[in-house]
């Protein structure tokens, strides 16, 4: 359960302002057709946080307990730097609109989702905790709470959240997380 909740609100925190939702109200405002955008954000999402929460499991098969707590550890502090970095929406993110609502944005969300924040945060977190359906299974649920909102009510929340106050929390989650793995809090996991 605590890497279900530990990954959903991670996620959560960390995607609000990130790229792939500032695509979320690109892709709202442009198709103004909720429901197939929103189907489409948990499919990439699923397909490409299983892709990373595997990696994550792959990368901690590798390495021993200790070179491992030291990654993960180092890995934490990164994402808690990179989520104050405020996130630009690339133009080939939004050129895919000839393929219609929900394919344009299944391609765009998955192409945008690889490399990104939350995909690295995955990455971490499946090789944090023993549990990959934990790990993905709540980061999705951390995706799906920051786009949805994004995506329904966009043009009136955007302006009324503190961007900053939010990636400060967001990076001291990880900067606790990254912390707490440097001085052996997951001991018992094998971390």
Not at 167 to 179: K, Q, R, T
Request: a negative charge; one cysteine or more; proline letters at 3%.
């Amino acid at each position: 359960m605590e890497a279900f909740l530990v990954s959903t609100g991670i996620v959560a925190l960390a995607e609000i302002g990130d790229k792939t939702q500032l695509l979320a109200f690109v892709l709202a405002a442009r198709f103004r057709r909720p429901l197939p955008i929103v189907a489409a954000i948990f499919v990439a999402t699923i397909a490409n946080h299983a892709f990373a929460a595997a990696i994550g499991a792959w990368i901690t098969s590798l390495m021993g307990p200790e070179i491992l707590r030291w990654v993960l550890g180092a890995s934490f502090l990164a994402m808690a730097a990179w989520t104050l970095v405020p996130d630009k929406l690339d133009d080939e993110d939004t050129e895919l609109a000839k393929y219609g609502v929900f394919l344009t944005t299944l391609i765009a969300f998955f192409l945008a989702e690889m490399g990104d924040k939350t995909q690295v945060a995955t990455v971490a977190l499946a090789a944090r905790y023993d549990s990959i359906v934990a790990v993905v299974c709540g980061t999705t649920l951390g995706m799906m709470l920051a786009n949805v909102p994004a995506v329904y009510f966009g043009d009136k929340i955007a302006n009324k959240i503190s961007l900053k106050l939010v990636h400060s929390i967001a990076a001291l989650i990880f900067a606790v997380l990254g912390v707490a793995t440097l001085l052996g809090a997951g001991a018992s996991l094998g971390v």
